[in-house]
């Protein structure tokens, strides 16, 4: 009996302590709310000046949004449809994602195939001048650059850009076009036997576009696969299990959320995937965020392929739309991705947004772009696929095999030539003139990459032409870049000849990663890895 009323007590007393708890939780949310009321209230009856009461409410919303992580925002309803528009629509424009950080307009993504991608615009810019007004640190806001940046196709817009690499501001003229929003920018048989299939971003129209060219590789006699996420900044999450659900078998973890105000939700393979067979490797680097991270870290901690590359991004907090009142909404993160094995995807942000979104710059100055024992894991953030074989977290993907970032060919006459957009203007101009011919010559793109070389004189054309542009021929620096320009020259006609995908066959010859991954899957690398694909 003693016994009997001892449990009960303590029942009750942990249930009073809950209660008061919960109380004294619900208490703190309610003056917090009532203190706001009582600011607004104060501000409008006894402030100086006469005072917009939207845009205090507007402030305040940012400034709270700003305290709790890096990718919870508010979005004001004339950009909510804008907002989308990577992912559902066309439009057309210079062709970047970008973000407000600070009063600066910073480059978050080129996008692929786009006007600026093309002149080599790269993430983490920063646009100081457009049509040369100064747009850094005026205020500046979301459909204040929708209206400088979009415009008609053929219409040109000036603008200069911040790079922290570089001592000068760095000016552009983009001529805008029609943004491509195709997810798949190539697919072709990499070798008799291996597929090559490059996503840029997870979009509604991703999977239709995956499943199509996968198809196409089986029936040429793809046996195994390269899935290249590098530079693929995410998209959404749904197409992200699709993806990876074409890879495991029935019934295997993909992802799971969980969050303080959410329950945990697993996201599983279901029904038989297209391609559960075969050597499959994933190719990522520090521009593969989100979606991207999802698939990667799936497909990893099942032993099901390998991952090849940088360390990823390091996004996985998940964000959901609420609406509000006047039609605006809030984005706010609710849950964070966890991988198969427990890791969560997403890298600390408790130093602020600044430092987040200097992340890329931190890893280049640190050296864990170009050494991957620069990168110390503690013990704490090892875990252990099936396999027993260790992966890591502390935020992002780090790839079963690291490529360093190659910048031996690199120098200031290519990234001239890129600035200027010479090779873009340069091979379109020269394709104006010759497409006709260069096509009865090389019908298709097999005979154009087989016979088709540069010789003098189109490089003595070429250099004329970006003298124009300011450019001048250093002949220690070509040496130096011969075979990335050349490359490049040969990439951009054949793009421009054929398709896409023959731009990146071409490209892919200096990629360190894509010729690694042909290398791991040619030789016993898949064996000595324990990996899984019989």
């Not at 203190?35 to 940012?62: Q, W």
Request: hydrophobic letters at 35%; charged letters at 30%.
């Amino acid at each position: 009996m003693k016994k009997h009323l001892f449990l009960t007590s303590l029942i009750l007393l942990a249930t009073i302590q809950f209660s008061f708890s919960q109380n004294t939780k619900m208490k703190e949310k309610s003056d917090g709310v009532s203190k706001l009321d009582a600011l607004m209230t104060i501000v409008n009856y006894a402030y100086v000046d006469e005072v917009d009461n939207n845009k205090l409410v507007e402030d305040a919303i940012k400034g709270m949004l700003k305290e709790l992580d890096p990718h919870s925002v508010y979005i004001p309803e004339d950009e909510l449809k804008k907002m989308n528009e990577p992912l559902e629509g066309n439009f057309e424009g210079i062709g970047i994602q970008f973000n407000i950080l600070k009063d600066t307009l910073m480059v978050v993504f080129p996008i692929s195939g786009g006007p600026s991608e093309k002149l080599g615009i790269q993430a983490g810019d920063k646009i100081v001048t457009i049509e040369g007004v100064n747009v850094a640190g005026v205020g500046l806001k979301n459909s204040d650059v929708q209206k400088k940046l979009r415009g008609k196709k053929g219409t040109v817009v000036n603008i200069e850009i911040l790079r922290k690499s570089e001592k000068e501001l760095i000016p552009y003229a983009i001529t805008r076009d029609k943004i491509p929003l195709y997810s798949v920018d190539a697919s072709y048989m990499a070798t008799p036997d291996i597929g090559y299939i490059k996503v840029n971003r997870f979009a509604r129209t991703t999977m239709e576009e995956f499943t199509s060219a996968l198809d196409t590789l089986k029936e040429n006699g793809a046996k195994d696969l390269i899935l290249d996420l590098r530079g693929n900044g995410g998209g959404y999450l749904q197409t992200a299990f699709l993806m990876a659900d074409e890879f495991l078998d029935q019934g295997k973890m993909i992802v799971y959320t969980a969050g303080d105000k959410q329950n945990k939700e697993e996201y599983k393979a279901t029904s038989k995937g297209d391609f559960e067979k075969g050597k499959l490797v994933v190719l990522i680097d520090e521009g593969s965020a989100s979606a991207s991270e999802i698939v990667a870290g799936a497909v990893q901690d099942w032993d099901r392929g390998m991952v090849i590359g940088r360390r990823s991004f390091g996004k996985g907090l998940v964000q959901k739309p609420f609406s509000l009142p006047d039609g605006s909404a809030i984005r706010l993160t609710t849950a964070r991705y966890y991988t198969p094995t427990g890791r969560s995807i997403q890298r600390p942000y408790d130093d602020g947004k600044d430092s987040y979104y200097n992340e890329i710059n931190r890893r280049f100055e640190q050296g864990e772009l170009m050494v991957k024992d620069s990168i110390d894991f503690p013990d704490s953030l090892k875990f252990f696929t099936p396999k027993k074989r260790i992966v890591y977290g502390g935020g992002g993907i780090m790839p079963d095999i690291f490529i360093p970032l190659d910048t031996t060919l690199n120098t200031e006459l290519n990234k001239n030539l890129i600035r200027r957009g010479v090779y873009n203007e340069f091979t379109l101009s020269y394709l104006d003139k010759k497409r006709k011919s260069l096509l009865k010559e090389y019908p298709n793109f097999q005979e154009f990459k087989t016979n088709f070389s540069l010789n003098e004189e189109f490089m003595e054309d070429f250099f004329k032409y970006a003298e124009k542009k300011n450019v001048k021929r250093n002949e220690g620096d070509y040496e130096k870049s011969k075979k990335l320009i050349d490359t490049q020259i040969t990439a951009l006609l054949a793009r421009n000849l054929y398709s896409s995908s023959a731009y990146f066959e071409i490209i892919n010859q200096l990629n360190d990663s894509f010729l690694q991954a042909i290398n791991e899957i040619q030789s016993d690398g898949f064996e000595k890895a324990k990996l899984e694909y019989e």
